[in-house]
């Protein structure tokens, strides 16, 4: 932009208060600082660029100069004055329009996350940050050892790798209750792939959950949803992976639709470890890594510290309490499944 360009309003009473100030001296007065503050803020409320602004008063500061006798020093203190008291006016409303509009979008988010808002007004506003809810969505949530907030490095520094790489995509980076958030088109699991990546990174080895795809304005709140129940499901199951995608773990949800009958399935199956010494928990992390072991003797042995012959020992001493030999695959599944439903159900720390 020229200075030409710059509204004359922007620098209305500039030229008098330069006369002025270099023939008699006297600083700007207070109404006059007020004034210059006030036409900043209109410049930036405007558009108008800070650079050109401030071209455009000097360029005047030239203009009026032949008629100013006075003082040189006292005219180029006036200009100083002049454009800091703009600068300051311009800056502040910028401050104002940045709050402003973060505000919007939490509230956005807030509406979005927690539907609370009418679903046709709701995609009206999500156009303004770049969704079209018409189309299915999914979400990645990003949870680290801290909180983190809007505008603080870790979400700054995913965001800009997101931006570098995909540029102006339909893509929603945010935080909610201490976590990273990613929306994106269901189709572009590229983004959230490298969102995943990103965030695991920045996050120093935090946890990423991937929600599925969901259509239409309440698309993005379901896909929310099952990231958070991932995220509880990867800490209650002591899961390692960094990157855990909803699909595929949906047997979980599945085994625990049912609360009371995987309670039953626990107790009836698991509660007789309870009359061994030390209680059931030995046991019942023996059962869990010698399934995740694949049900091989020695490597749930290496991961507990333990000889074979003392692995051994213990899973003869779960066949005798329970009845049901993990070695035997008749059995096996019953108990491995009565041992997820533990872990999910948090047995035997809290009572069933």
Same mark, same amino acid.
């Given at each position: 932009?020229?200075?030409?360009?710059?509204?004359?309003?922007?620098?209305?009473?500039?030229?008098?208060?330069?006369?002025?100030?270099?023939?008699? @001296?006297?600083?700007?007065?207070?109404?006059?600082?007020?004034?210059?503050?006030?036409? @900043?803020?209109?410049?930036?409320?405007?558009?108008?660029?800070?650079?050109?602004?401030?071209?455009?008063?000097?360029?005047?500061?030239?203009?009026?100069?032949? !008629?100013?006798? @006075?003082?040189?020093?006292?005219?180029?203190?006036?200009?100083?004055?002049?454009? !800091?008291?703009?600068?300051?006016?311009?800056?502040?409303?910028?401050?104002?329009?940045?709050?402003?509009?973060?505000?919007?979008?939490?509230?956005?988010?807030?509406?979005?996350?927690?539907?609370?808002?009418?679903?046709?007004?709701?995609?009206?506003?999500?156009?303004?940050?770049?969704?079209?809810?018409?189309?299915a969505h999914a979400v990645a949530v990003a949870q680290g050892p801290v909180a983190y907030e809007e505008g603080a490095p870790v979400p700054r520094q995913v965001e800009r790798a997101l931006i570098t790489r995909f540029g102006d995509r339909s893509v929603l980076l945010t935080t909610k209750d201490g976590r990273l958030l990613c929306i994106a088109p269901g189709h572009q699991n590229d983004v959230l792939t490298h969102f995943a990546k990103q965030a695991h990174a920045a996050t120093d080895g935090g946890r990423v959950a991937i929600g599925r795809p969901q259509p239409g304005p309440g698309g993005v709140v379901h896909s929310y949803e099952e990231a958070l129940g991932v995220l509880e499901l990867a800490e209650r199951l002591d899961l390692d992976d960094p990157v855990l995608l909803a699909a595929d773990l949906l047997v979980y949800p599945v085994l625990t639709r049912d609360r009371q009958a995987m309670a039953d399935l626990v107790l009836d199956t698991l509660g007789p470890l309870t009359a061994a010494r030390g209680g059931a928990q030995p046991l019942l992390d023996t059962l869990t890594t010698y399934f995740d072991s694949g049900c091989i003797a020695a490597e749930a042995a290496r991961r507990l510290s333990l000889s074979v012959r003392a692995l051994t020992y213990r899973l003869e001493r779960i066949h005798k309490l329970t009845g049901a030999d993990p070695a035997d695959p008749a059995h096996r599944y019953m108990l491995q499944t009565a041992t997820i439903g533990a872990r999910l159900l948090d047995w035997p720390a809290k009572e069933l």
């Amino acid at each position: 932009m020229t200075d030409r360009e710059i509204p004359e309003r922007f620098l209305d009473g500039y030229d008098r208060i330069l006369v002025e100030v270099s023939a008699t @001296g006297r600083r700007l007065t207070r109404d006059e600082i007020a004034s210059r503050r006030a036409l @900043g803020e209109q410049a930036a409320e405007a558009g108008q660029g800070l650079r050109a602004l401030v071209s455009a008063h000097l360029t005047a500061a030239r203009a009026a100069w032949p !008629d100013a006798p @006075g003082s040189v020093d006292s005219a180029l203190a006036a200009v100083q004055q002049v454009i !800091d008291a703009f600068t300051e006016g311009y800056e502040r409303a910028q401050r104002l329009a940045v709050r402003q509009e973060e505000a919007a979008r939490r509230e956005f988010i807030d509406d979005l996350l927690y539907g609370r808002s009418d679903l046709g007004r709701l995609a009206e506003r999500a156009e303004r940050f770049g969704l079209r809810l018409s189309q299915a969505h999914a979400v990645a949530v990003a949870q680290g050892p801290v909180a983190y907030e809007e505008g603080a490095p870790v979400p700054r520094q995913v965001e800009r790798a997101l931006i570098t790489r995909f540029g102006d995509r339909s893509v929603l980076l945010t935080t909610k209750d201490g976590r990273l958030l990613c929306i994106a088109p269901g189709h572009q699991n590229d983004v959230l792939t490298h969102f995943a990546k990103q965030a695991h990174a920045a996050t120093d080895g935090g946890r990423v959950a991937i929600g599925r795809p969901q259509p239409g304005p309440g698309g993005v709140v379901h896909s929310y949803e099952e990231a958070l129940g991932v995220l509880e499901l990867a800490e209650r199951l002591d899961l390692d992976d960094p990157v855990l995608l909803a699909a595929d773990l949906l047997v979980y949800p599945v085994l625990t639709r049912d609360r009371q009958a995987m309670a039953d399935l626990v107790l009836d199956t698991l509660g007789p470890l309870t009359a061994a010494r030390g209680g059931a928990q030995p046991l019942l992390d023996t059962l869990t890594t010698y399934f995740d072991s694949g049900c091989i003797a020695a490597e749930a042995a290496r991961r507990l510290s333990l000889s074979v012959r003392a692995l051994t020992y213990r899973l003869e001493r779960i066949h005798k309490l329970t009845g049901a030999d993990p070695a035997d695959p008749a059995h096996r599944y019953m108990l491995q499944t009565a041992t997820i439903g533990a872990r999910l159900l948090d047995w035997p720390a809290k009572e069933l």
